[in-house]
Every structure is written in structure tokens, then in C-alpha cells.
């Protein structure tokens, strides 16, 4: 079976690949937006990359799944339109933040027309800013969850990111070297990726 992302290439124009941000924490000011930016600056110039607007998306209840909630159906849309999606998640009590968990459980099941899901096949990555564990925990249960939706990995280490005392207090993300490099190793990684689909 063709997947969303086999589709969208095959009617590629030549333009530039469409890379989809999901940021797991809601705050306008986030950290792991903050991180969201500095990989789309590492994508400059390679891909469009937008955020994924999700904050409208309910809990799930199967009573409400058909028709979709518009907020559902528009993020639906927004995944399956992109070439390539990036995951940038915090870590809530060892694990992946229980939102982010609610849109992938959204998003994993079939659309009204019986169309698969839009993550599978899709091509991702995953980073993520948080405590000293460099949310290790986030990144380890929410790699079944990709897998077993069948989504395809870039074939770069997710980077984690340990958040600062200093940081905290100011609320700005400040990336080191390696970090940054990491980033930028992840962004060719993910680009290459979609670029021989």
C-alpha cells in the first residue's frame, strides 16, 4: 500500500520538501518550541517547515471519532501534507507528555473514508529539551508508539538537550556546540531521507 508521505512525493513539483514541527508542550513559550526553532533554522534553505496548531485537539473518545473534530481533521491534513515530520518533546514523570500521547492516538486512526492513518510510513525525527535525563524516558516510550504506527526513523541520534539552572530563570534555550551540531546532523538526516523517497 502507498503511504501519505510515498503519495506526496511522487507529485513532488520541485519545490522545496515540507517539514511538520510537533511540539509536545502546549506553552507559548516553551522550551521545546524554542527547540522547534533552532531545527527549523538548521533546515533553512532546504525546507518549508512549519508548527503543528494542535492546541484544539479533545480527548479521545471513539463516541466523537466519526465525523472528526475539525481540530482532528486539521491536523490529519496538516500531517499528511508534510514530506517529513519532527517530533520536540518535554518529559513529564519519566515519560511522553499525556497530550502528545492523545493527538498520536487521534492521528493513528483511520479517517472516515478508510484511509490509513497519516503517520504511517511517514519519515520523522525526534529531539527534545527537559531535566537532566535529556528526556531519555520521552524518547523510550514514545518509540514503540512510532514504531508500531509504522512510521520511518531519519537515520540520526535523537538529540536531548539538559535544561540549565540559568535557563529556567530566564526561560530561553541556549543550544552548546555539540548540541548544536547534533541538531544540524539530525536536519541532514532527515532531509536526505526525504530526497530519496
Not at 105 to 113: F, Q
Not at 117 to 135: E, R
Not at 172 to 192: N, P, V, W
Request: charged letters at 20%.
Amino acid at each position: 500500500m502507498e503511504s501519505h508521505n510515498e503519495a506526496r512525493i511522487a507529485e513532488h513539483d520541485g519545490s522545496l520538501p515540507t517539514v511538520l514541527m510537533i511540539v509536545g508542550s502546549l506553552r507559548k513559550q516553551s522550551f521545546n518550541r524554542q527547540l522547534a526553532q533552532f531545527a527549523a533554522h538548521a533546515l533553512a534553505g532546504r525546507a518549508n517547515v512549519s508548527v503543528l496548531d494542535w492546541r484544539d485537539v479533545p480527548v479521545f473518545n471513539q463516541d466523537e471519532e466519526f465525523p472528526n473534530p475539525e481540530s482532528v481533521s486539521a491536523a490529519r491534513a496538516a500531517v499528511a501534507g508534510a514530506d517529513a515530520l519532527w517530533i520536540v518533546t518535554p518529559e513529564y514523570n519519566h515519560g511522553m507528555p499525556g497530550p502528545l500521547k492523545n493527538l498520536l492516538d487521534w492521528l493513528s486512526r483511520p479517517a472516515e473514508d478508510g484511509s490509513p492513518s497519516p503517520l504511517f510510513g511517514k519519515t520523522m525525527t525526534m529531539s527534545g529539551t527537559g531535566g537532566a535525563n535529556c528526556v531519555r524516558d520521552s524518547f523510550a516510550t514514545l518509540l514503540p508508539v512510532l514504531e508500531f504506527m509504522q512510521m520511518r526513523f531519519a537515520p540520526a541520534t535523537f538529540t536531548g538537550v539538559a535544561l540549565s539552572r540559568e535557563m529556567f530563570v530566564s526561560n530561553t534555550l541556549e543550544l552548546d556546540d555539540a548540541a548544536k551540531t547534533a541538531i544540524e546532523h539530525q536536519a541532514d538526516a532527515l532531509i536526505g531521507m526525504v530526497a530519496t523517497r
